[in-house]
Each structure stands twice: as C-alpha cells, then as structure tokens.
C-alpha cells in the first residue's frame, strides 16, 4: 500500500493544502499588526473623548479622585464603543476585525500612555 506513489502524492497534496489554509487564515487574523499604531492612535483618541465626556466629571465629584470599579467598567465600555465608531467612521477594516480582548489592551495602553508624565 505504501509503495504506491499515487498514495503519496495525495498525503503531500492534503499536507499542502492544509498549510497554505492554515497561513491564509492566521495572515487575515494578525493583519492588525501592521496597523498597530494607527489602532493605538485610535484607541488614545477614543480615551480622550470618553475622558472629557466621562471620567473627568466623575473624578471632579468623587472625594479621592479615583472611580470605581464599576465606573471604570463603564469607562472602557465607552472607550470601546468610540473605538469601534471611530474605525467605522474612517473605514479602517483592520480595527472592525480585531478581536474584543486586543481592542480592550489597546485602550489600556493608550490609558497608560496618556497618563505617563510628559517630557518638557
């Protein structure tokens, strides 16, 4: 059975197939990464917005200046929900297809971004 070459011939065939399927689809799903900054920037405008429409009133009435754990989770649901509008708005198709958690640390990072001390 194995001396047949016609059997090998069709394991190569599927092997083959296989990769070239599997890299078409990892190479849609990370298409992202190149776009990495333009999300970032994205993601740091969205913050912004939801600073000066949100965070900023609640940080002024609250005593110690912080939010709660549920205010921040409203928070980020702000801040995604002007990510993904945003990205609409300027038809970038790279942020409408990236995943939820990666949407979510991109907002984290421009969160700690925009808070570190400037350089003067």
Request: proline share 3%; net charge positive.
């Amino acid at each position: 059975m194995w001396e047949d070459p016609t059997i090998w011939l069709g394991i190569i065939a599927g092997v083959v197939a296989v990769v070239t399927l599997g890299w078409k689809w990892a190479k849609g799903k990370w298409s992202w990464i190149s776009k990495y900054p333009e999300l970032l920037a994205l993601a740091e405008g969205a913050v912004t917005e939801t600073y000066h429409e949100y965070v900023r009133a609640i940080k002024e009435r609250s005593a110690d200046g912080t939010l709660t754990s549920e205010e921040k989770k409203q928070a980020m649901a702000l801040a995604v929900a002007k990510f993904t509008a945003h990205a609409k708005a300027n038809g970038m198709a790279a942020a409408q297809t990236v995943a939820m958690p990666i949407v979510k640390s991109l907002i984290e990072k421009a969160v700690t971004r925009l808070k570190a001390p400037k350089d003067t």
